[in-house]
């Protein structure tokens, strides 16, 4: 199984468990698949505990968890313009001027080195 075919088998709906991501057609949270595992719990037991679980399902939790921090580094880019504009207009600054990550994240500029 590819990938591609494992992520399919993730669901992330508003409607069911908070929007959570969750093995589709179930209300098994990936992160309980992956917390388990953390935690040393056999794949085996899982699937005990968990009849509607496949192995698939299990690897599909960890393919979902392996590409979280892309996932998370591709929506702060993505978040970053409206962040600028939002500190811009909260700070009094004209928005000419580009802040950089830190700046956004400590909420004050660096001192101008001119």
């Not at 179930?26 to 698949?33: C, D, F, G, Y």
């Not at 399902?57 to 929506?75: G, K, N, T, V």
């Not at 580009?98 to 101008?112: C, G, I």
Request: net charge negative; proline share 6%.
């Amino acid at each position: 199984m590819t990938r591609d075919d494992l992520l399919q088998r993730i669901s992330i709906d508003p409607n069911i468990c908070f929007g959570k991501p969750c093995i589709r057609g179930t209300r098994i949270w990936v992160a309980l698949i992956i917390k388990n595992l953390a935690a040393g719990v056999p794949e085996a037991e899982i699937l005990e505990a968990y009849p509607s679980l496949t192995l698939d399902d299990i690897q599909a939790a960890l393919a979902y968890a392996a590409e979280a921090p892309e996932r998370l580094a591709s929506d702060h880019e993505q978040m970053l313009p409206e962040l600028r504009r939002l500190w811009d207009e909260s700070s009094g600054h004209s928005g000419g001027r580009k802040w950089t990550r830190e700046e956004l994240h400590e909420r004050r500029p660096v001192a101008d080195e001119s």
